[in-house]
């Protein structure tokens, strides 16, 4: 049978993203003073202004105007062409103390919100990732790249990779189609950008033995792509859940990450739902492997659990077992009360080698239980 998987992955400079990575930025200003701050923070990105709002509850200072103009700074907003610079945007901010009856579950241990939690895992790629979501947030990556490092010194910050890859009887056998949308200055013509994409990064693909001469390839469509960022679209933090996670091939269940602290479920949790997958399928005893779970508000552990190895067999309850499921089980197993958030808003949080990305590290002892 014949069916497709694909995914999405943003440049940093989309308006999304850059909600993103300033609300996980402040997060890990305020986490880097006080590991213990509970924040839910978002920001709304516009035309020359930015709208910081949010929660949080903190021994710490946080200069967030600063921080978010920083950002953009950082990621390459630097210019007033752009129609929107970290040297001259309105930074405006709304924060208010955590609600006290949201309060009363988290000093217990409790879940700092009630959430459908998804993990997934597939034997697919080397990462255990879906193949589309590997390609995809490797162009936006290079794309980012390729301008921040100046080698392509005509492309702007905004842009967008989407993948789509055919499968025959539930396994990958050729990229359908790539679609880049790459924002570039307007003195390029359109034959010269699609000539460098393609050699820089179409050509230097790594997973080059799934793209054939059928793989349709499309870069910026509509010829021109001048115009873009907070300039042509407003941005809100959480806007690209699928993106974040594991594109078309798993569910999302809703909530985005960014912003969040590690007792807000939805966030920490996602991350212990991806490692269980991983290591269910790392150990061999599944090609793929989806993990839903549901914590309810002021509860200690999951209200809900089911893991799906697309198998008769029912494994769920050995992860009882293995795994420490509870708010805090989760915070202290992964070591999420450190300033790491910033770096995982950008090019997914799952699949990714990094050293702080402890839900991504394969263990030892658990491979072995789970091969017993």
């Known amino acids: 049978m014949i069916t497709i998987q694909s995914a999405e992955s943003v440049c940093q400079g989309h308006p999304d993203k850059i909600a993103d990575i300033i609300a996980d930025a402040i997060l890990d200003d305020l986490i880097r003073q006080d ?18 709002a949010g929660e949080i509850s903190t021994t710490a200072y946080s200069d967030i105007p600063t921080i978010a103009r920083n950002t953009l700074i950082d990621i390459g907003y630097t210019k007033s062409e752009y129609g929107f610079d970290g040297y001259t945007a309105g930074v405006i901010t709304s924060i208010s103390d955590q609600s006290p009856e949201l309060a009363l ?19 697919e790629t080397e990462n255990y990732m879906p193949l589309a ?73 790594q997973y080059q033995n799934y793209i054939d001469e059928k793989t349709k390839i499309i870069i910026n469509p509509i010829g021109r792509f001048v115009i873009g960022g907070p300039m042509a679209d407003t941005g809100l933090t959480g806007r690209k859940t699928i993106a974040d996670a594991y594109g078309t091939a798993a569910a999302s269940g809703g909530s985005s990450f960014s912003g969040k602290d590690p007792t807000k479920i939805d966030r920490s949790a996602s991350y212990m739902a991806r490692m269980i997958a991983k290591h269910i ?57 450190r300033p790491i958030y910033k770096k995982t808003s950008s090019y997914g949080h799952f699949g990714r080698n990094d050293d702080d990305f402890k839900w991504e590290e394969l263990n030892k002892d658990i491979l072995s239980k789970l091969s017993k």
């Open 281 to 337: 399928v790392a150990s061999g005893l599944a090609d793929r492997c989806n993990v839903e779970m549901l914590y309810v508000i002021g509860m200690d552990y999951p209200v809900s659990i089911n893991v799906n190895i697309y198998q008769e067999k029912n494994i769920t309850k050995y992860i009882k077992e293995i795994f420490d499921l509870s708010v805090n089980g989760i915070i202290d197993f992964l070591d999420l009360r």
């Open 133 to 205: 979501c590997n390609i995809a947030n490797s162009i936006t990556e290079k794309l980012d790249n390729l301008r921040k490092d100046d080698i392509i010194p005509f492309l702007r910050p905004d842009g967008k990779a989407i993948v789509v890859v055919e499968y025959k009887d539930g396994k990958p056998v050729r990229v359908d189609s790539i679609t880049i949308l790459a924002q570039h200055e307007p003195y390029v013509s359109e034959k010269e950008l699609k000539e460098v994409i393609m050699e820089e990064i179409i050509k230097k693909l």
């Open 35 to 52: 590991p213990y701050t509970r924040a839910s923070i978002e920001a709304v990105i516009t035309t020359g202004v930015i709208y910081v």
């Open 105 to 123: 579950g988290i000093p217990s241990g409790g879940a700092g919100d009630t959430s459908i939690i998804v993990g997934y895992a597939t034997n």
